[in-house]
């Protein structure tokens, strides 16, 4: 059962949600996506508000469960939050650049990628922590971006690419 401020009186089935879609409203246009176990917490609502994340609960909803895109939306800005805190401390300047959304990616290419550039992490993290620690990682490898460039025009214009010369050197040997 709920309030009248949306949020959970404790009397709603603790079973979770059955064919139920997100309680959100994204950017003002309710969330398609079925509902996750994840409630839509005061915690929750604290976050999105100190992060000026474009969510809120709709109204007509009859129950305050989330879908798993925006839980690890919103755990991807609470975590966005602390690192950049500590990057106050630090000293470091947070450029402009345009952010790749590492979250979009399966599982198994950000294990591939912790796993190839030997990232170190807890054990046990979830997508959202782990795609965060990548990003991290991905933030610190240097560019030289007119040597990178030079080669990818080169690369598309041989129609190869680095995988292929590889190929090509095992099964010459």
């Known amino acids: ?14 079973r979770g949600p059955v064919d139920q879609i997100c309680c959100l409203l ?9 509902a ?5 917490s005061k915690r929750i609502q604290k976050t999105v508000t100190q992060r000026r994340l ?10 305050i469960y989330i879908c798993d895109f925006h839980k690890a939306r919103i755990q991807c800005a609470r975590t966005k939050r602390r690192r950049r805190d500590s990057e106050d401390d630090s000293n470091e300047t947070d450029t402009d650049l345009p952010e790749v959304d590492l979250y979009q990616l399966q599982v198994n290419t950000l294990r591939r ?35 990178i460039l030079t080669y990818f025009i080169y690369m598309v214009k041989s129609n190869s690419n680095k995988l292929d010369q590889k190929n090509n050197a095992n099964a010459e040997a």
């Open 1 to 14: 059962m709920m309030n009248n401020n949306g949020f959970s009186t404790g009397e709603e089935d603790s």
């Open 26 to 34: 994204d950017d003002g246009e309710r969330c398609r996506k079925q």
């Open 36 to 40: 996750g176990n994840a409630s839509y």
């Open 54 to 63: 474009k969510l809120s609960i709709d109204s007509h909803a009859r129950h």
């Open 113 to 147: 990628y912790k796993r190839f550039y030997k990232v170190s992490t807890r054990p046990g993290i979830n997508k959202a922590q782990l795609s965060e620690t990548i990003m991290k990682h991905f933030k610190t490898i240097p560019i030289k971006e007119k040597e």
